[in-house]
């Protein structure tokens, strides 16, 4: 016979928590990095300036909302 043993759906949760808050990020830097090419294109700059500075505040924006989620969700 099988023992049936309940499933873990606190560690099912955790797992759902950090996947979404990744996919978050992800989704954060590539808006950044995506506006600051688009950026570069409408004002024509020779070097990917804005692509630089969008996408360095996209990591920060992302950094910031995942602090911010993991302290609010203690």
Request: charged share 15%.
């Amino acid at each position: 016979m099988q023992s049936s043993t309940p499933p873990n759906k606190a560690g099912n949760h955790t797992i759902l928590r950090y996947t979404s808050m990744a996919t978050q990020m992800a989704i954060t830097i590539f808006l950044g990095v995506w506006g600051g090419m688009k950026l570069d294109q409408s004002l024509q700059f020779e070097k990917p300036v804005m692509t630089l500075v969008c996408s360095l505040l996209g990591v920060v924006l992302a950094v910031y909302i995942v602090i911010r989620d993991v302290l609010r969700k203690r």
